[in-house]
């Protein structure tokens, strides 16, 4: 899994863009997570806790890379119907 960038929170560092997202986390409503988006789409075979982006595909037509659901949320962030 691979991290694109850090933001220093309270907590200590926290990875804010994984490779795979759509645009990077953070940019979008803060107190959401890629796991409240309807793009994100979990890996139910292997980890509950990590999937892919749909609008990555959408931008890209390429499967991007699986990252944890507790993501930053993007721009692109849309909620779960
Ligand atoms: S917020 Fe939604 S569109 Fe943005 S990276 Fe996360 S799952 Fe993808």
Known sequence: ??????ASLIDGDVPMTYAGQAHFGLSGPTDKRCADCASFEPNRQLRLDIGTCKKFYDLTSKKGS???????????FEPKP
């Open 66 to 76: 699986e990252f944890p659901e507790s993501a930053f949320a993007c721009k692109y």
């Open 1 to 6: 899994m691979r991290v694109l960038g850090n």
